[in-house]
């Protein structure tokens, strides 16, 4: 019988789970929708409130949950930015941009190093590939992946 082969994910690496996708659009428009409160929400919660910057609360509203707050924890205008769940989370995200168009967005999420944490960090590596491919569509002008309207077909989304 053969011997299992024990494969490295490249994207979950510890408890660092790191992703990227490239944005076919300005630095400016990433920026716009990665850094702004309002372009978070045309592709990952349905609503953000509170002020962007070192020190900020934010607050992320779900379609079918409570919502989540997080503390601005590093922020430079036009590169990057990182939060920290507020009550216990699972970790801390940061989000950011390299090159000029097309832009890469680098998503960096780094859980609680333990059994809870790698709990988490699975748990959540779908609906973080599923985002950046939703904040994908939404730079290429295309269809919010995030829509339960059964008349938009997916031969409608950017997939090929």
């Given at each position: 019988?053969?011997?299992?082969?024990?494969?490295?994910?490249?994207?979950?690496?510890?408890?660092?789970?790191?992703l990227?996708?490239?944005?076919?659009?300005s630095?400016?428009?990433?920026?716009?929708?990665?850094?702004?409160?309002?372009?978070?929400?045309?592709?990952?919660?349905?609503?953000?409130k509170?002020?962007?910057?070192?020190?900020?609360?934010l607050?992320?509203?779900?379609?079918?949950?409570?919502?989540?707050?997080?503390?601005?924890?590093?922020?430079?205008?036009?590169?990057y930015?990182?939060?920290?769940?507020?009550?216990g989370?699972?970790?801390?995200?940061?989000?950011?941009?390299?090159?000029?168009?097309?832009?890469?967005?680098?998503?960096?999420?780094?859980?609680?190093?333990?059994?809870?944490?790698?709990?988490?960090?699975?748990?959540?590596?779908?609906?973080?590939?599923?985002?950046?491919?939703?904040?994908?569509?939404?730079?290429?002008?295309?269809?919010?992946?995030?829509?339960?309207?059964?008349?938009?077909?997916?031969?409608?989304?950017?997939?090929?």
């Amino acid at each position: 019988m053969a011997e299992a082969v024990q494969l490295e994910n490249p994207y979950l690496l510890g408890n660092v789970t790191r992703l990227k996708v490239v944005l076919p659009c300005s630095k400016a428009e990433a920026w716009r929708l990665i850094g702004t409160t309002q372009g978070l929400s045309f592709w990952f919660p349905v609503s953000v409130k509170g002020r962007m910057g070192v020190g900020e609360m934010l607050e992320f509203g779900w379609a079918g949950g409570a919502p989540d707050r997080f503390k601005i924890l590093d922020w430079k205008e036009g590169d990057y930015w990182e939060m920290d769940w507020q009550a216990g989370g699972p970790g801390r995200v940061r989000y950011s941009l390299r090159g000029e168009g097309p832009v890469v967005f680098e998503l960096e999420v780094t859980y609680d190093n333990s059994e809870e944490g790698r709990k988490w960090q699975l748990l959540e590596a779908a609906p973080w590939a599923f985002y950046l491919s939703n904040l994908k569509s939404i730079a290429m002008k295309g269809l919010d992946l995030r829509t339960k309207d059964p008349k938009i077909s997916w031969k409608d989304g950017f997939l090929d």
